[in-house]
């Protein structure tokens, strides 16, 4: 408990510090119970021994504790220790797995305020929105938003490089933070995201890998009209056929292949646009560094985030009505 409380907090101090609080409040909970415990066993092993020692009858020191006592007290002692031993290993092996991986340089980078663009971070999300004015002097409030969702255990920020230009384009765009890096279907963020903005009025939802899945699943029992989806496919078929949706994938991606992805088709809206970014994998849906188990690249980062944000771009384009010509 203390070991991987440590861990996570040196290797992921700043991860954790920007993210959803939840992880950082378990991580301390659990390192100052495994003090805690350090010190009960080592007060049980040494002053408890000896407290809890058969004496001899015919000794001056006085038994402390009769048998009975000393096998009521075991008895106490598993019924409350054995519990408390298996919600601490569970809780231990479960943060050691959630250990997030961490946004790269060029992804924090984008997250600072500035060039039109304000950052807000917030407790469960982040934001990013362009601050413009028009000619009378008035600010311009975006009209379409973006609600993206990240992949498990990967760090939000990843996001913030790729999606910065569709803010920059006059979008809102704002990224989930998930408790213990896994966001859960129905979760509240979205929708607290959405009714924080009241001057939007064409929403979208997004998600990377299983945030993808989330997504749509918000998207088929909520009032949004459009979905998006890297590097991802939906866990279930979906009731709404018109839902606005765009899926990008990498070709050479092996952890959501192509198969995949043909799989997810059918539980997809029938005028579902696919973009394939050929000689694309997983982790170059994200600002994270490379991931085990992914494909092998044929083309840079770069290029193919180049592809990403185009394909992104016109997703959102195609979300508002356009203005009627005379």
């Known amino acids: 408990m203390v070991g991987v409380s440590v861990w996570l907090l040196w290797s992921r101090w700043s991860v954790l510090?920007?993210?959803?609080?939840?992880?950082?409040?378990?991580?301390?909970?659990?390192?100052?119970?495994?003090?805690?415990?350090?010190?009960w066993a080592f007060g049980s092993l040494t002053v408890g021994a000896r407290y809890d020692a058969y004496v001899d009858d015919e000794s001056d020191v006085p038994r402390r504790r009769t048998s009975d006592q000393l096998r009521r007290r075991a008895r106490i002692r598993i019924a409350l220790g054995v519990p408390a031993l298996v919600i601490c290993v569970a809780l231990t092996a479960g943060l050691a797995w959630a250990r997030p991986a961490p946004a790269s340089p060029v992804a924090i980078a984008a997250m600072r305020s500035g060039d039109g663009v304000q950052v807000s971070d917030r407790l469960t999300w982040y934001e990013m929105k362009k601050v413009a004015k028009n000619a009378k002097g008035q600010?311009?409030?975006?009209?379409?938003?973006?609600?993206?969702?990240?992949?498990?255990?990967?760090?939000?920020?990843?996001?913030?490089?790729?999606l910065r230009p569709v803010v920059d384009a006059g979008y809102l765009v704002a990224v989930v933070k998930p408790a213990y890096g896994v966001a859960l279907p129905n979760n509240a963020t979205l929708r607290t995201v959405?009714?924080?903005?009241?001057?939007?009025?064409?929403?979208?939802?997004?998600?990377?890998?299983?945030?993808?899945?989330?997504?749509?699943?918000?998207?088929?029992s909520n009032p949004v009209i459009g979905l998006l989806l890297y590097a991802s496919a939906p866990g279930n078929e979906l009731a709404r056929n018109d839902l606005i949706t765009t899926s990008i994938s990498g070709s050479a991606d092996d952890l959501v292949s192509q198969g995949d992805i043909a799989e997810g088709k059918p539980k997809l809206p029938e005028?579902?646009?696919?973009?394939?970014?050929?000689?694309?994998?997983?982790?170059?849906?994200?600002?994270?560094?490379?991931?085990?188990?992914?494909?092998?690249?044929?083309?840079?980062?770069?290029e193919a985030q180049a592809q990403i944000r185009q394909a992104t771009l016109e997703f959102m384009d195609s979300l508002a009505p356009k203005p009627k010509t005379k």
């Open 17 to 39: 510090l920007n993210g959803q609080p939840a992880m950082l409040a378990t991580c301390i909970m659990l390192g100052f119970t495994g003090i805690i415990a350090l010190f």
């Open 139 to 162: 600010t311009v409030q975006p009209r379409v938003g973006l609600v993206f969702v990240p992949a498990p255990r990967v760090d939000p920020r990843a996001y913030a490089n790729i």
């Open 194 to 220: 959405i009714d924080h903005h009241s001057e939007v009025r064409y929403w979208a939802v997004g998600g990377n890998d299983s945030g993808g899945a989330v997504a749509a699943a918000y998207a088929d």
């Open 271 to 302: 005028a579902t646009r696919y973009v394939v970014i050929d000689g694309g994998i997983h982790a170059y849906f994200g600002d994270y560094g490379d991931q085990s188990g992914d494909g092998a690249p044929s083309l840079s980062r770069e």
